[in-house]
C-alpha cells in the first residue's frame, strides 16, 4: 500500500515549521500534526477563564496557550499551537558562540558549518534591532548597569524578530493605541501590524509584529501544498510499508478520537519534552521502536536560566511596556566567577495577574506543597507590590551541566500509568546559576534596585525554564547519542528528530535561532 504522504512532520515550532517548509519547498507531500490549537489574536488568552492551560493528562479538555510541565525541582514553561514556541517566545534570535561546539557536539557542526543555515532563517524571520527611538526602559538599565561595573563592552543589542516603524516613539499621543502600528505584507503574503510596544510577546501578539512562525513558515509550507492539522496528538509512532504510521488522536469537543496516517520519512519535532516523551513511548511502552538508544532522555539542560526581580524606588522600569527583551552582557567567555552566562533585561506582559491566578493559583492544581512556594512567591510579586512600574526583571541563561536524565514512571497520584518524569541533581549547575545570581545582584545594586531571590531558589534549589534542551541528542554512535549529526535516529532510517531535544549541551543564550538552523540543515542534507 502506499504511504498518505512523503513525511509526516510532528510538532510545529522551530522544528516543525521549518523542516516541513523546506520539505514541501522541494516539492515533497507533506503533512504538519500538532497538538495545539490554531491561533488568532481574537482568541489569546486574557482574561481569567480564558483558554491559558494545556493539561497534559487531560489535553483533549484544556488544551489552551501555555503547557506548564511541573517536573522534579524543575518546572518547563512551553506554548502549544500552530507556530510552537513562537507564539510566546520573547523574539529574540540569536547565534550561538563559536566555542559552544567545541565539546558536546558532532565535530560535523560548527559555526561556520551553521553560518548559511542561520542566514536563512535571519531572512525568513526578518530581524531586526530596536531602534535608537524607541529604547526601553529595562535596555536603559541594563547599559547604565554594564557601565558602571565596567562591563560596557560587554553590553549589546539584541536581534529581535519584531517589525518596527521607525516612526513609532514614545512621545506619541496614546502610543500604545493600535492605530499607530502600520500593515505591511510580508515576503510570504501574510499581513501583519508594526510594534506598538504593548509587551504582550509573550502572550501573544495582538498586532502580528512579532514575525512568528504562523506568519512564515507555516504558510510558505503551506502555499506549497502542505497540510497542518492542529489538536492532533500524536502517541506513538511504528515501522509500517518500509516508512512509518504515526498515531495520534483528534482532540474535539472534549474528546479524544485515534486516527493514523502513514509516510516514507517522520520527523519529530515535538520539542525536547515532547520528543523525548514520544520516544520513549515508542521504545518502552508501546514496543514499537524498541531499538532506539538507551541514550534516549540524557544528557537533557536547563540552559541555565534564572530571573531575579529588583525593586527600585524611585525609578520606573515600565517592564510591561516594549519588547519583553532587547540587550544583553555577555559573560559567556568564562571570565567571570570561571561560570559562563549571558545576562537579559526581563519583561512581563501587564496580564500577569490573570496569568498567575489562572495557570498557578485556581486552574491547575498545585499537588505538591513546595510548588505552592513558588505561587506565593510569584503572587508576592504581583500583588504585594506595584511590578508595573518599579520592577526590573533581570533575566539570564548559563551554560549548566546538561546532565538531567528523562525518563517514564509512575506518579504517586496515577501509579497505573507512566509519565515523563527528570531527574536532575543541581550539583553540578548550581555554581553557574549563583554566578548569574551574584551579577544580578551587583547589577541592581549599582543601578540602585533592591534584588529579591526567589526563595525556591534559596530555600528549595528549584528552577523554571522556558529554554528545555536535549533528550534525543545528537551524537557519534548510538552509544552517546539519539540521532546522527543529520538528525536521524540511529538503527531507524527515515525517522528524524529536528528541534531542541537533539542539542547535546546547554546553549547559553537563546536557543530557537540555533535550533532552527539546525533543521534547516537536517532537511537540506536529507536525500530525497
Ligand atoms: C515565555 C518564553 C519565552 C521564550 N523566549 C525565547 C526567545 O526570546 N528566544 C529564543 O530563542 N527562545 C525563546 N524561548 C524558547 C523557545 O520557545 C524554544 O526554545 C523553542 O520554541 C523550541 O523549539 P522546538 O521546535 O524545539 O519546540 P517547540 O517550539 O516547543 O515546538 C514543539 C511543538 O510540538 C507540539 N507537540 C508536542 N508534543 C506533541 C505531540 N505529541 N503531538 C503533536 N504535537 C506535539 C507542541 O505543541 C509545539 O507546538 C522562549 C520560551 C518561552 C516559554
Ligand atoms: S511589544 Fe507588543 S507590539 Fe511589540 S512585538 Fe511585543 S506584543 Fe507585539
Known amino acids: 500500500m502506499a504511504n498518505s504522504f512523503d513525511v509526516i512532520v510532528i510538532g510545529s515550532g522551530f522544528g516543525g515549521a521549518v523542516s516541513a517548509c523546506r520539505l514541501a519547498e522541494k516539492g515533497m507531500k507533506v503533512l504538519i500534526l500538532e497538538r495545539g490549537r490554531r491561533w488568532d489574536p481574537k482568541d489569546y488568552p486574557r482574561k481569567p477563564g480564558d483558554a491559558w492551560v494545556f493539561d497534559s493528562d487531560e489535553p483533549h479538555k484544556q488544551n489552551g496557550w501555555l503547557d506548564l510541565r511541573v517536573l522534579d525541582d524543575m518546572t518547563v514553561a512551553q506554548c502549544a499551537g500552530v507556530g510552537g514556541g513562537s507564539l510566546i517566545y520573547a523574539n529574540i534570535i540569536v547565534e550561538a558562540k563559536k566555542e559552544l561546539f567545541d565539546n558536546g557536539w558532532p565535530a560535523e557542526i560548527t559555526l561556520d558549518e551553521l553560518k548559511p543555515y542561520y542566514e536563512k532563517v535571519g531572512k525568513m524571520l526578518n530581524v531586526q534591532k530596536i531602534p535608537d527611538n524607541q ?7 541594563m547599559k547604565e548597569g554594564a557601565e558602571k561595573l565596567g562591563y560596557g563592552d560587554r553590553f549589546t543589542p539584541l536581534d529581535l524578530a519584531v517589525t518596527f516603524d521607525p516612526n513609532w516613539n514614545y512621545d506619541l499621543e496614546d502610543p500604545f493605541n493600535e492605530k499607530h502600528s502600520k500593515t505591511w505584507t510580508n515576503d510570504q503574503g501574510q499581513e501583519q501590524g508594526t510594534c506598538i510596544h504593548i509587551g504582550k510577546c509573550d502572550l501573544g501578539c495582538d498586532v502580528k509584529a512579532k514575525n512568528t512562525l504562523d506568519l512564515n513558515y507555516i504558510p510558505w509550507a503551506e502555499k506549497h501544498g502542505a497540510e497542518v492539522r492542529p489538536l492532533h ?18 482532540l474535539d469537543g472534549g474528546k479524544r478520537t485515534r486516527g493514523s496516517e502513514t509516510a516514507g520519512k517522520v520527523i519529530v519535532a515535538a520539542g525536547s519534552l515532547g520528543s523525548t516523551d514520544l520516544l520513549l513511548h515508542c521504545r518502552d511502552k508501546y514496543k514499537t521502536l524498541p531499538r532506539i538508544s538507551r541514550f534516549l532522555g540524557n544528557s537533557w539542560s536547563s540552559n541555565g536560566d534564572f530571573l531575579t526581580p529588583a525593586f527600585y524606588d524611585d525609578r520606573k522600569i515600565s517592564p510591561t511596556h516594549g519588547p519583553t527583551i532587547s540587550s544583553a552582557i555577555d559573560f559567556l567567555d568564562g571570565s567571570v566567577d570561571g561560570e559562563q552566562f549571558f545576562i537579559e533585561d526581563g519583561g512581563f506582559p501587564d496580564l500577569l495577574g490573570n496569568f498567575l491566578e489562572e495557570i498557578i493559583g485556581g486552574g491547575r492544581k498545585i499537588k505538591k506543597a513546595k510548588y505552592k512556594i513558588l505561587a506565593k512567591a510569584l503572587g508576592e510579586i504581583v500583588r504585594g507590590r506595584d511590578p508595573l512600574d518599579n520592577c526590573m526583571p533581570w533575566f539570564a541563561q548559563g551554560v549548566d551541566a546538561a546532565d538531567g536524565r528523562l525518563y517514564l514512571g509512575r506518579p504517586w497520584y496515577a501509579p497505573w500509568r507512566k509519565k515523563l518524569k527528570l531527574d536532575w541533581d543541581i550539583e553540578r549547575s548550581e555554581k553557574c546559576i549563583d554566578a548569574i545570581i551574584n551579577m544580578h545582584k551587583r547589577l541592581a545594586g549599582v543601578t540602585g534596585g533592591k534584588p529579591w531571590v526567589p526563595p525556591t531558589w534559596t530555600l528549595l534549589k528549584n528552577l523554571v525554564t522556558p529554554h528545555p534542551l536535549g533528550g534525543c541528542n545528537m551524537g557519534t554512535t548510538e552509544a552517546n547519542g539519539v540521532v546522527n549529526h543529520k538528525g536521524e535516529v540511529f538503527g531507524y532510517p527515515g525517522l528524524y528528530v529536528a528541534d531542541g531535544a537533539i542539542i547535546p549541551e546547554a546553549v547559553g543564550l537563546n536557543p ?3 535550533i532552527a538552523a539546525l533543521s534547516e540543515r537536517i532537511v537540506d542534507l536529507m536525500p530525497d
Open 233 to 250: 496528538l500524536v502517541n506513538y509512532i511504528e515501522p509500517e510499508n518500509g516508512g512509518y504510521r504515526v498515531i495520534f488522536d483528534r
Open 135 to 141: 529604547l526601553t526602559e529595562r535596555y536603559r538599565l
Open 512 to 514: 530557537s535561532k540555533t
